[in-house]
RNA sequence: GCCUCGGUGGCUAAGUGGUCAAGGCGUCUGCCUCGUAAGCAGAAGAUCGCGGGUUCAAAUCCCGCCCGGGGCUCCA
């Protein structure tokens, strides 16, 4: 915010003409007064974007505190955006300068408010003592920092930091070579590509839908729910069933990676002195919780839980290094126009790991490490990936073989932010994004050096030593978010369907991965039968017992994108064998039902087994939102 | 949050001021007992997102709100 504040015996002014279409409507063009007044002059500028409120009551501040000074009663609020370069959109400085001129009222003064959006000619007379004349300028974020309480610790520069922070963009390939983002080849690597042109030149236009979001339906997997706030989805049996198989899969994982696997409240106290602290880190992106006179915050990480959790737990150097997972879900207040199907929701299925270490060269250890089971855990779900990192560039000069062996791993070749200053609490990140049909990108793994927390939470672990010290953080998820998964799978079918084949999602987490379609009644209680060989085997499938064409069942379990498709006929029941429809390899086979069985077991041996959670008969199955 | 486009039976979708709001899928009933992506016939099912306004008359025009898509911003 910008003002020039004028003493002046006398005002007066009259509209011209409409400056802008949202210009107010008046009742009155003219205004004028020999009654001596403070006029104030403002320009709302795009920083007072961040805290319209906060902007308000300082400017007003400003204004009162002037008044104060030149015993002032009158004041006079006029727009005037000529004062900056940068203004503020003018819905925002309305609303910022009719703000302004209500508190001044409550707090006794008189108040004249100069229309908004106007051409207009004004007459003033400044009274020119000495403080007739001055100019304020008001910046949100560092204005904060003196008026607000602030308590010890409290780091509110990093937000500022980030947007000062500047970068460089480069490929690293496998061989450890590095190259500019602008003079790097992309031949061959056109994902690769456009994932870093979403992430550098920051194009974002998109005409289509994310073409995930008709399937998620379509699919009976997840849907939106009107009666919750916006970005919060209802998962019918078969997404929820996806959803455990994708879960328990990557705690399995965890547990033989060694975590200790834990749960935390979902809510938290806005007045805990190290979550305090820690919000001041972000934008109030926070649900709110309201219990009785108090306010809690819906948790927006797993973050705050684990490392309380851990800050009160005995930790010793030899158990470091200390690993503590948990799968629960976080919610974000993200902006509405941010949202954007399963690819960002308010509300979503975190697995997050922390791991607790000693020292630089553990967190590197223990780097490589993780980089296996994310890079298995990413191979599992079947689709094309871009890996980048963002280091600080101190830390990339000092650990160059270490940052070469982490791209080795990748394997392929990525891209690499590196940063002059450490504008968050990592000095290190990984992340592993996909690129879906409307170019955007978004990231799913991740895994980063904590280098701030331990300290804010105050975590310790004793040493050799016999003393307290600060470890170092490792923050990962394993897999990102179980939405972002299925925004990923569905979207990797639709890169699958427009190369010619089925779109299918892998085996292991597919809904159902086997239906029995029985051509006539008669064969349903055979179909019983068969389904309790696929039960010794923990297979999902259902029974379509419906009357219908054989021809109609076989479309319907198409439509559903069913991986198997065994017909049941008198022809079967003699010989002991189904006829099977493999969607993965587009043919169609006579097995023994035993062997099907064994088939998808092998194919899915390395995931838990998971029950389909709905009945398996298919005229006992409500329908949610599949099409047949 | 701002800008913009949209919302019509469970799904899809025609209708842009004037009779009982078209069709398709699905659902239900009956017939057919069926061999690898849609068998036949009939029936039920809609306060046209919600609220207000303009008009003799509103799904249709105007205002506000809710939900969704896209853009800006943002992405701990």
């Known amino acids: 915010m910008r003002m020039l504040q004028i003493h002046s015996d006398g005002f007066g002014y009259e509209l011209k003409r409409k400056a802008i279409k949202s210009a107010e409507k008046v009742e009155s063009k003219t205004y004028s007064t020999d009654d001596s007044c403070l006029v104030n002059f403002i320009a709302a500028e795009s920083s007072d974007e961040k805290n319209i409120t906060k902007a308000s009551s300082l400017t007003a501040q400003m204004i009162a505190s002037a008044a104060e000074d ?31 001129a209500k508190i001044l009222e409550e707090q006794g003064y008189n108040v004249v408010r100069v229309p908004f959006g106007w051409y207009k000619a004004f007459s003033i007379h400044c009274k020119g003592h ?45 061989d450890g070579s590095v190259t500019p983002v602008e003079k790097f080849d992309f031949t061959g690597f056109e994902e690769l590509r456009l994932y870093v042109k979403y992430e550098t030149a920051k194009d974002r236009t998109a005409s289509e839908p994310p073409v995930h979001i008709e ?33 328990e899969r990557v705690i399995k994982e965890m547990l033989e990676y060694g975590a200790h696997i834990v749960q935390t409240p979902l809510i938290y106290d806005y007045q805990h002195p190290s979550l305090k602290s820690y919000l001041q880190r972000f934008p109030s992106r926070q649900y709110v919780v309201r219990s009785g006179d108090r306010d809690y915050f819906a948790r927006f990480s797993a973050c705050f839980g684990q490392f309380l959790m851990i800050s009160q737990a ?70 094309q990936y871009e890996v980048s990192f963002r280091i600080l560039r101190s830390f990339f000069e000092e650990h160059r073989d270490f940052i070469n062996a982490v791209v080795a791993r990748v394997g392929k070749p990525v891209m690499i932010e ?48 016999g003393k307290e010290h600060y470890p170092l953080i490792l923050h990962t998820s394993p897999s990102g978010s179980i939405e972002r998964i299925l ?5 990797q079918a639709h890169k699958d369907m427009k190369r010619g084949k089925k779109p299918t999602l892998p085996l292991w987490m597919t809904p159902v991965q086997l239906r029995l379609v029985p051509v006539d009644d008669s064969l349903i209680d055979y179909c019983v039968e068969l389904g309790k060989e ?39 029941k003699k010989s002991g064998k189904v006829s099977v429809r493999r969607r993965a390899e587009g043919d169609q086979v006579e097995m023994k039902i035993d062997d099907v069985a064994e088939e998808i077991a092998s194919k899915t041996s390395f995931a838990p087994k998971q029950q389909l959670m709905l009945p398996k008969m298919i005229t006992k199955q409500a329908i949610f939102s599949r099409e047949v």
């Not at 009976?220 to 970005?231: F, I, K, R, T």
């Not at 999902?540 to 064409?549: V, W």
Request: charged share 30%; aromatic share 10%.
């Open 487 to 491: 925004y990923g799978v569905l979207e």
């Open 314 to 383: 005995q930790v010793s150097y030899r158990q470091l290094p200390l690993k503590i997972f948990e799968i629960a879900p976080s919610f974000r207040r993200e902006q509405s126009g941010e949202l954007a199907g399963m690819r960002r929701p308010r509300a979503f299925t975190m697995p997050d790991i922390h791991e607790i270490v000693a020292d630089v060269e553990m967190a590197k250890q223990s780097i490589l490490k993780q980089l296996e089971f994310i890079m298995k855990l990413h191979a599992e779900l079947e689709i």
């Open 215 to 247: 399937y998620m339906k379509q699919l009976e997997l997840v849907d939106y729910e009107p009666g919750s706030d916006a970005g919060n989805f209802r998962w019918p049996p078969r997404g929820l069933t996806l959803k455990r198989a994708v879960e």
């Open 534 to 572: 696929l039960d010794k085997y923990g297979i999902r499938y259902e029974i379509d017992d419906r009357s219908l064409t054989v021809g109609k069942k076989i479309r319907s379990a198409e439509k559903l994108w069913i991986p198997y498709i065994c017909v049941i006929g008198e022809r079967e």
């Open 418 to 465: 590196v940063f002059d200053e450490r504008y968050a609490y990592f000095l290190f990140k990984g992340e592993w994004n996909v690129v879906d049909a409307q170019k955007k990108a978004a990231c799913l793994g991740t895994c980063q050096i904590d280098v701030e927390n331990s300290q804010r939470f105050n975590i310790t672990y004793i040493g050799e030593d």
């Open 70 to 100: 030149v015993k002032e009663k009158n004041i006079v609020v006029y727009p005037w955006v000529h004062l900056t370069e940068a203004p503020a959109k003018p819905s925002v400085a309305l609303k910022m300068l009719k703000s302004v």
């Open 130 to 174: 000495p403080l007739a004349e001055r100019s304020k300028v008001l910046d949100v974020e560092t204005t904060e920092i003196t008026e607000e309480e602030v308590t010890e610790g409290e780091d509110l520069t990093a937000i500022k930091a980030e947007e000062e922070a500047h970068s460089k963009f480069y490929i690293m390939e496998p």
